[in-house]
């Protein structure tokens, strides 16, 4: 069975510091898909990135940068600079390859995290 | 860009009471999902549908139910209302038949069970 853990329930840092989010996830397939979300207190969620299992690059869009690790089984989210409106609740999602697709995602817990000014 | 609608954006049932909500995917987006999100807790998968037909299924209930029509717009139907089922429920869509494609979500319904 999937698993999808986000050890970090609640991180507070203020604005312009580094913050790192963690995510390390279980899957017993070789093929799966990756996902992070964004949910801000307004309730929707917001897609930010996906990653297949087979392409191990490293992605940076502006601020954001994500590292991951299949040796480690992690994929780590890293906002550099924070600012206020980054303050959100942010979810890791794992989605296996069944073939047949339209398969649903396992989330995290998800990690609020706050930015103080 | 024009994205995932769900309709209403707020429900107010009665216990045992019936409730329909609805999903429109984006343009050109054949496949439509439905999770489930309790306060504080994270999104729960519940069904998804391509090309009309049942893909994938989670954790929903027998009480609920769910289809795709042929303009691609999804409707989930939740019978006998329990209070357990106030939740904030999200519709999303993907391309392409799924095949693993970033799912995006909808603003959500919130519904609040009395």
């Known amino acids: 069975a999937q698993k999808v853990t986000q050890a970090q329930t609640e991180i507070s840092v203020v604005e312009k510091e580094d913050v790192t989010l963690d995510c390390v996830y279980e899957?017993?397939?070789?093929?799966?898909?990756l996902f992070w979300y964004k949910q801000p207190p307004s309730g929707e969620l917001v897609f930010l990135i996906r990653r297949n299992s087979f392409d191990e690059q490293n992605e940076i869009s502006g601020r954001y940068s994500w590292n991951f690790q299949k040796s480690t089984s992690s994929f780590n989210f890293t906002i550099t600079a924070s600012q206020v409106v980054d303050s959100a609740v942010y979810f890791c999602a794992l989605s296996e390859y069944s073939g047949g697709g339209a398969d649903g995602l396992t989330f995290g817990k998800g990690t609020h995290l706050i930015i103080q000014p | 860009a024009a994205g995932v609608i769900q309709s209403p954006r707020h429900l107010i049932k009665e216990k045992r009471e019936t409730a329909t909500l609805k999903c429109y995917p984006i343009?050109?987006?054949?496949?439509v999902y439905w999770y489930q999100q309790g306060p504080g807790q994270d999104p729960q998968f519940l069904i998804s549908f391509y090309e009309k037909m049942q893909s994938d299924k989670g954790s929903i209930p027998d009480r609920f139910s769910a289809q795709q029509f042929s303009d691609y717009h999804s409707e989930l139907n939740m019978s006998s209302l329990e209070l357990g089922d106030s939740a904030l429920y999200f519709c999303?869509?993907?391309?392409?038949?799924?095949?693993?494609?970033?799912?995006?979500f909808g603003p959500g319904t919130r519904l609040l069970v009395l």
């Open positions: 899957t017993r397939d070789t093929t799966y898909y």
């Open positions: 343009p050109r987006h054949d496949t």
């Open positions: 999303a869509s993907s391309p392409a038949g799924g095949m693993e494609e970033t799912q995006y």
